[in-house]
């Protein structure tokens, strides 16, 4: 089977004069994790809210589960599963009605709803707080609650838009190892929008970076990290930057340079970070550059936001 | 229909369990009668040859239903501004019923404070026409009444960016919709320029008709037109509520 489990077409959202999303093509293959991400205001909700079908795409096409968003919505619908950014929960029922009634929604049967509400609310650990009124929850709870909702149905393919914001790591960790669970034993579909970089590294098999509307970059993780250059050079500092960043352009093995303005960060890209340290220390000092601090790394996702978007991941 | 069904009941356990908002309702309701009639009881004795508490329950019957939706519209309002109506949205229900499981829910609760009303005031001694049939009716105008009330106050909870502004605008209509009737006062007291006001008024063919149907009171408008105008009432309500919330989810 090639069909894609979500495949987009030149998707278009704009609200009146602004475009929110200026024509997104997307392939995610069936049993993947993928992660989209991209700086606040870059399109990420806007993609998920049209995929979901909760608003219609302006121009451009999309089909989910094989099925188009727009005209064949109600079998979009079926198949999917979705947990929005905010939290979507009524603090005055329980958590067990909260999924009771999502069944019904979903038109799923008394047993059915009774062994598929046990079994979930194990899997995400609210045994003793499912009987308890919403209301109640702390925030991670309520995050895991409305995993166990959008679960429930069983979907092909689930949406999660910052499935962990706002949550510790410890329940980040509980949270990433559902997704990872569901996917290694169910073969589900994942399509999860995040602001952490570590999230995207652990969990997608890819990523797309989406600024502004576009889609700036996309694949394996690994693949678009080892396209930045074997090893980074991070150099902090004061003085004559822009001397500084000429000379490292006039250097062969440089393969790409970085500046955050923020963090007075120069990040060099190089062949081999260990030996060309001595060589940025001294293009640096030679043009009245002063380095404070210098560390050998290797690159990142972060990194690979930083160049596509031009912003550091926590912007 | 199912999903219709679903969205009521959520409700409705909402409703319930949320013991302030069920009887933060019941308790204006008895005030209404027990201070408001009682009181006015004592100065007024007789109007148009009738007991005055009597006179002014259909009108706070009417008002209760008013309460009863204004609370209904509240719930979709709520569920709107938490991002609720998200989760209905990308399921797969038809997103009519989304509307419809709303506008039932609100008319039950009118319904309910209407009912509670008219007990409060039999047990206070109000008497009740002799024809079972004609309470039967009374309730069946009161019920469209509130669809139609209903469907107002959906459409305004559709539109409103904030509980504020919802109750800004409602009570645009409430009170209004009160003192500018027959609730309080008879028409035939009324100068001509009120009369006429008062003739545009919805509230003032549902109060007239219950008089005559549950109170046995001689009917000064007529029923066929009273009901006429109540049915009327409903359509409306109910189309400015599908308007509105067709706007609010088109988005």
């Not at chain 2, 079972?132 to 009161?142: F, N, Y």
């Not at chain 2, 003032?204 to 000064?220: C, K, M, Q, S």
């Amino acid at each position: 089977m090639a069909t894609a489990a979500i495949e987009t077409h030149g998707l278009v959202k704009r609200y009146g004069e602004v475009t929110a999303v200026a024509g997104v093509d997307l392939t995610i293959a069936p049993h993947n994790i993928y992660a989209l991400l991209g700086p606040n205001g870059a399109g990420k909700t806007t993609t998920i809210s049209m995929l979901t079908t909760l608003v219609p795409p302006t121009a451009g096409s999309a089909q989910v589960a094989g099925y188009d968003i727009t005209s064949q919505a109600r079998q979009v619908r079926r198949r999917i599963g979705v947990t929005f950014q905010d939290i979507v929960l009524d603090p005055d029922l329980t958590g067990r009605q909260v999924l009771d009634i999502h069944g019904k929604l979903y038109r799923m049967n008394r047993q059915e709803r009774k062994t598929r509400i046990t079994r979930l609310v194990e899997l995400v650990q609210l045994e003793e707080a499912i009987d308890r009124r919403v209301k109640t929850y702390s925030g991670g709870m309520k995050r895991r609650l409305e995993l166990a909702r959008g679960l429930l149905t069983d979907p092909q393919i689930l949406f999660l838009d910052e499935p962990t914001q706002g949550l510790d790591p410890q329940n980040r960790i509980g949270i990433w190892n559902y997704i990872r669970e569901l996917n290694r034993e169910r073969g589900m579909t994942l399509l999860l929008t995040t602001h952490y970089m570590e999230e995207a590294e652990v969990l997608a098999h890819a990523v797309g970076i989406i600024d502004h509307g576009k889609m700036v970059a996309e694949g394996k993780p690994a693949s678009l990290v080892s396209a930045l250059g074997a090893d980074v050079i991070r150099v902090h500092g004061h003085g004559d930057q822009q001397h500084f960043l000429h000379t490292l352009g006039t250097l062969p093995f440089v393969e790409q340079v970085q500046i955050d303005e923020h963090d007075n960060l120069v990040q060099v890209f190089v062949d081999n970070g260990n030996r060309r340290l001595v060589e940025v220390v001294q293009a640096a000092s030679g043009n009245g550059f002063r380095v404070e601090d210098i560390a050998v790394a290797q690159p990142n996702l972060g990194d690979v936001f930083l160049r596509h978007t031009g912003r550091t991941f926590r912007d | 229909m199912h999903a219709t069904y679903v969205i009521w009941s959520k409700h409705m356990t909402k409703f319930f369990r949320n013991a302030e908002e069920a009887l933060g309702l019941a308790i204006q309701s008895v005030l209404w009668v027990v201070l408001f009639g009682v009181g006015m009881r004592g100065i007024v004795t007789q109007v148009s040859g009738g007991d005055y508490l009597a006179f002014i329950l259909p009108g706070i019957i009417a008002l209760s239903a008013l309460a009863g939706a204004v609370g209904g519209g509240m719930m979709l309002l709520d569920e709107r501004l938490r991002g609720i109506t998200k989760e209905y949205l990308v399921s797969p229900i038809p997103r009519l019923s989304i509307l419809l499981g709303n506008a039932a829910s609100t008319t039950t609760k009118a319904l309910l404070q209407a009912l509670l009303m008219l007990l409060i005031g039999v047990l206070m001694g109000v008497r009740l026409a002799g024809n079972p049939l004609g309470w039967l009716a009374a309730l069946l105008l009161v019920g469209l009444f509130a669809l139609g009330f209903s469907g107002i106050a959906l459409a305004v909870a559709a539109v409103s960016r904030s509980i504020m502004g919802y109750h800004g605008m409602i009570f645009l209509f409430n009170l209004p919709l009160l003192f500018a009737s027959n609730a309080l006062y008879p028409l035939s007291v009324l100068p001509t320029w009120m009369r006429t006001l008062v003739l545009f008024n919805p509230t003032t063919y549902l109060i007239d008709a219950v008089r005559a149907l549950a109170f046995g009171a001689e009917p000064t408008l007529g029923l066929f037109s009273s009901t006429a105008v109540i049915l009327l009432f409903a359509i409306l309500g109910i189309w400015l509520a599908l308007t509105a919330f067709r706007r609010s989810i088109r988005r």
